[in-house]
């Protein structure tokens, strides 16, 4: 018999998150545009978590938004100023107060960033003008990543989750949002990892890992486990970084 799972944070109830969250509010509304690969596969997905802790947040399905009814709603509404967070030259960086609040308008301050790797993500944005079309934003990250269950593809590569909590630094520095609690999501990001390792080491848990983790900058991709497939969104940092994938 399957387990009982919780379809909130897609976790066995047992071991269920949303008992321990507290989402918190935030001026800037959030929308995750989630590959269905994330959706369906990734169970311990940095993206569901990262929305369990916002309240206004909220996760979008699919690959080309442009027929995406939900989304075009919310790129339609006078009532938000929708951006992408996405690098590349035409980035406004938060981190350097490059999207002054007077330039909102009283409009509500919308952010949409792609949840999939980077591969996925790319063909994402190919999909959707709409998205192209948007003004971009993006940020310094004030650390590297912490994932340490998964490689990032580059240096100054981040998981969803991560990207968030900068993006929320970021606005908070430049007067667009406040971020009363900074550790929520870091220490959420931290306990998942920690229960995956735990289970890793754990001999009693057959087919859930073979060996255990390894560290990060040791690891070889393995076939159809490429770094190049691991979700994350890249930063200034990587964009400007040698190698880094062209915007």
Not at 66 to 80: F, M
Not at 156 to 181: N, V, W
Not at 187 to 210: S, T
Request: glycine letters at 6%; one cysteine or more.
């Amino acid at each position: 018999m399957s387990r009982v799972t919780c379809y909130r944070c897609f976790w066995p109830q047992p071991l269920c998150w949303c008992g321990s969250i507290r989402p918190m509010p935030t001026r800037t509304r959030f929308v995750l545009l989630m590959h269905p690969k994330e959706f369906k596969q990734e169970k311990a997905g940095t993206g569901r978590l990262t929305h369990l802790c916002l309240a206004d947040s909220e996760i979008q399905v699919g690959t080309d938004f442009d027929r995406h009814e939900e989304v075009q709603a919310i790129l339609r509404d006078p009532a938000n100023h929708p951006v992408l967070l996405y690098p590349g030259p035409t980035a406004r960086n938060l981190s350097l107060g490059e999207l002054p609040p007077a330039e909102l308008g009283g409009r509500r301050l919308v952010v949409l960033a792609l949840d999939a790797t980077w591969a996925c993500a790319r063909k994402m944005l190919r999909l959707s003008p709409t998205l192209q079309a948007l003004p971009r934003i993006m940020f310094t990250p004030t650390a590297p990543s912490r994932f340490v269950i998964k490689q990032q593809p580059q240096a100054g590569c981040l998981s969803t989750l991560e990207a968030t909590h900068e993006t929320l630094l970021a606005l908070e520095q430049s007067g667009l949002d406040a971020y009363p609690d900074k550790a929520q999501l870091l220490d959420l990001f931290d306990r998942m990892q920690r229960h995956q390792i735990a289970c890793a080491l754990d001999p009693n848990r057959g087919g859930y890992r073979r060996k255990p983790y390894g560290e990060p900058g040791e690891r070889r991709p393995s076939r159809g486990n490429s770094a190049s497939r691991r979700t994350f969104i890249p930063t200034a940092s990587a964009v400007s970084g040698p190698g880094a994938p062209a915007d």
